[in-house]
């Protein structure tokens, strides 16, 4: 049951058919972990914070530092020098009490990171290196925890959403493999803010329809986006029967080869 305060703060949403009392109610009841609390992560965990889901687990082992402050909107000057998962937990209690953090200021990998995804209802990664993105895609396609992944570079972005309960949705493997050239950082090819705040408040939209139980928008699809020329195209993304992170779960009408689909 939702408080009178609630009911006040979130009454937008309950005028929503899509969410109403029982989606705001299981929003309440969610647990999501974001992968990462800079540039996709600071507008993600705003988002999510704001349209009160119950537990953000923030993981991230970086600090503060002037450069983030342009895009990484969560962060205020006098963070700088803080662990980011602290000055998150700072950030989201001044804009929600309802909302539960836990910190976690260390990466996460093997069965760490595991047991962290099993416990979420979703997963967001906002990280920004391809290592990471993998080791978050194996744990959610062994948990069977969906997965809203982010990326952005330049003036380009791109959010998908890959569920490993859905026999026809391809993992974040599936879709890009780790052969290609190793990714240039943001910080020596620079990154336009904006561009970081449209992935990560798309991403966090994707992550609370999932969380109050409305189908996502982007399940199969990989959205990019130009900021450039301001143009926003998706296009579709298949399942890879012989992923080496996913091939092996036994799905009926698994979808073919993946394909066609940039890096970030």
């Known amino acids: 049951m939702l408080s009178p305060d609630q009911r006040e703060r979130y ?29 996709l992560g600071s507008p993600a965990v705003m988002f999510l914070a704001g349209a009160g889901v119950g537990t953000l687990a923030i993981a991230d ?14 962060y205020r000057a006098s963070d700088l020098g803080k662990d980011k998962v602290e000055a998150a937990r700072s950030a989201v209690a001044a804009m929600n ?3 539960r953090v836990e910190a976690i200021p260390w990466a996460m990998d093997g069965p760490e990171l595991v047991r962290e995804v099993e416990k979420a209802d979703a997963v967001v990664d906002a990280s920004d290196n391809f290592e990471t993105r993998f080791e978050v895609n194996a744990a959610c396609v062994a948990a069977g925890t969906p997965l809203v992944s982010g990326a952005a570079i330049r003036m380009e972005g791109q959010v ?24 240039e950082p943001c910080a020596r090819v620079g990154v336009f803010a904006p561009v970081a705040g449209i992935a990560g408040t798309v991403q966090a939209a994707e992550a609370v329809k999932l969380a109050a139980g409305v189908p996502p928008g982007l399940k199969r699809r990989l959205m990019l986006i130009d900021a450039l020329s301001m143009r926003v195209r998706t296009v579709r ?28």
Not at 64 to 72: A, P, W
């Open 160 to 183: 998908a959403v890959f569920d490993p309960n859905d026999p026809e949705s391809p993992c974040y493997r599936c879709v890009f493999d780790d052969t290609g050239d190793p990714e």
């Open 11 to 39: 009454s937008r949403h309950l005028q929503l058919p899509e969410i109403g009392e029982a989606g705001q109610a299981r929003l309440s009841a969610a647990r999501v972990l974001v992968v990462g609390a800079g540039g």
């Open 61 to 74: 082992y970086d600090r503060v530092e002037l450069s983030n402050l342009q895009r990484q909107v969560l």
């Open 97 to 99: 009490p309802d909302v």
């Open 237 to 264: 993304v298949r399942r890879d029967p012989a992923c080496p992170a996913c091939g092996g779960r036994s799905y009926p009408d698994a979808a073919g080869p993946a394909g066609g689909a940039p890096s970030s």
